[in-house]
T-cell receptor, first 117, second 114 residues
Framework: DGGITQSPKYLFRKEGQNVTLSCEQN?????MYWYRQDPGQGLRLIYY???????QKGDIAEGYSVSREKKESFPLTVTSAQKNPTAFYLC????????????????FGPGTRLTVL | AQSVTQPDIHITVSEGASLELRCNYS??????LFWYVQSPGQGLQLLLK????DTLVQGIKGFEAEFKRSQSSFNLRKPSVHWSDAAEYFC????????????WGAGTKLIIKP
């Protein structure tokens, strides 16, 4: 089945640690995205990538980093510089390389819930 | 500033009753409009989208939405809800002359009474 997988489903981090969230897609999509979701708020874009080896900052990129070495993979690292990392993180992909505002539908993974202890 | 408002944080509807979820936006240009649904603990699924053309858009699961430019609204409707429709619904808006991002509403949680 084609789709987007995110792992782990739940992740706990101690203060001062970096953690990496995995996102893999087998939809052969060019574009991939990372969003953060907090209770009572809409999604906010962290980073997006329209093509391998290229990515762009979103609205709240500070304290996060990404890489796009392979078309199907777009891991997100939450660094110790992110002051309030507890949130639900969603990865998405879309077929074209038009970016977040293209007419291409974004398909979402099931999410990773990160909690800082 | 560009914004999206979903005025209702929660809505409770009886099973079989009709549903309307409100979405209002503030944008200077012709918007792209989306409705997504999120079941508990899950990712988001696209219900429908509007880019141009007929202002009444049909989506999956029996949902429809109507773009009203004069009211800056894109309300989501369903004639008869099912218990499986209980979820959180998000409206998102973008425009070609904005920057790269979609603007998301804060969501409306739909509760179904048996």
């Amino acid at each position: 089945d084609g789709g987007i997988t995110q792992s782990p489903k739940y992740l706990f981090r101690k203060e001062g640690q970096n953690v990496t969230l995995s996102c893999e897609q087998n939809l052969n999509h060019d574009a991939m995205y990372w969003y953060r979701q907090d209770p009572g708020q809409g999604l906010r874009l962290i980073y997006y990538s329209q093509i391998v080896n290229d990515f762009q900052k979103g609205d709240i990129a500070e304290g996060y980093s990404v890489s796009r070495e392979k078309k199907e993979s777009f891991p997100l690292t939450v660094t110790s510089a992110q002051k309030n990392p507890t949130a639900f993180y969603l990865c998405a992909s879309s077929g074209g390389a038009g970016g977040p505002l293209s007419t291409d539908t974004q398909y979402f993974g099931p999410g990773t819930r990160l909690t800082v202890l | 500033a560009q914004s999206v408002t979903q005025p209702d944080i929660h809505i409770t509807v009886s099973e079989g009753a009709s549903l309307e979820l409100r979405c209002n936006y503030s944008y200077g240009a012709t918007p792209y409009l989306f409705w997504y649904v999120q079941s508990p603990g899950q990712g988001l699924q696209l219900l429908l989208k509007y880019f141009s053309g007929d202002t009444l858009v049909q989506g999956i699961k029996g949902f429809e939405a109507e773009f009203k430019r004069s009211q800056s609204s894109f309300n989501l409707r369903k004639p008869s809800v099912h218990w499986s429709d209980a979820a959180e619904y998000f409206c998102a808006v973008g425009a070609v002359d904005s920057n790269y991002q979609l603007i998301w509403g804060a969501g409306t949680k739909l509760i179904i009474k048996p």
